[in-house]
Antibody
């Protein structure tokens, strides 16, 4: 079945970086864009950015520009989200989420498959 | 950025009730509006995309309507398993933005 499996929980100190992985299976890796969304404890959902599975082109929310890097490894069908200069406000569950329409980047994209989430805790 | 608002922020209803949640965008987003259901400790689940299209596998008691700036999610006959938080999301432009959520409890 179509699924996204994310890496496990992380505990990081302020100023450190974290890299979260998202392994896709059950569908053609190159057909759907991947989005990253985060959710702070008890809060709503926040879109972080998008990556193309083919060329690896990215678009990031302005809030995360300069701190986030999204990449993919086509040989293992895995996406990655790297967030640097962590602060306590970055403590959240990070999700990868698949755009539901093949080849569609942002406009019209809903997220039909989500990873299980990765809890990132930033604490000294 | 396009701002999304939802009302009410929370509500309590009985099994069998008809429930409506409203979502409003700060500017026109055509029909680029999606709805998600999220239960505690779980990832969101897509219910409705493009304002009114029912995602495969989602019960038909869920429906969506609207265009431009005003949208609604309706549950025609509330079931116990519908207790959750519901989010709207605009996918008209980058950055995609979500509403603050509506928490639905079953009486």
């Amino acid at each position: 079945q179509v699924q996204l499996v994310q890496s496990g929980a992380e505990l990081k100190k302020p100023g450190a970086s974290v890299k979260v992985s998202c392994k896709a299976s059950g569908y053609a890796f190159s057909t759907h864009y991947m989005h990253w969304v985060r959710q702070a404890p008890g809060q709503g959902l926040e879109w972080m950015g998008i990556i193309s599975p083919i060329g690896g082109g990215t678009s990031y929310a302005e809030k995360f520009q300069g701190r986030v890097t999204m990449t993919r490894d086509t040989s293992t069908s895995t996406f990655y989200m790297d967030l640097s200069s962590l602060r306590s406000e970055d403590s959240a569950v990070y999700y990868c989420a698949r755009g539901h329409l093949p080849g569609v980047a942002v406009a019209g994209a809903a997220y039909d498959i989500w990873g299980q989430g990765t809890m990132v805790t930033v604490s000294s | 950025d396009i701002q999304m608002t939802q009302s009410p922020s929370s509500l309590s209803a009985s099994v069998g009730d008809r429930v409506t949640i409203t979502c409003r965008a700060s500017q026109s987003i055509s029909s680029y509006l999606n709805w998600y259901q999220q239960k505690p400790g779980k990832a969101p689940n897509l219910l409705i995309y493009a304002a009114s299209s029912l995602q495969s596998g989602v019960p038909s008691r869920f429906s969506g309507s609207g265009s431009g700036t005003d949208f609604t999610l309706t549950i025609s006959s509330l079931q116990p398993e519908d207790s959750a938080t519901y989010y709207c999301q605009q996918s008209y432009s980058t950055p995609s933005t979500f509403g603050p959520g509506t928490k639905l409890d079953i009486k």
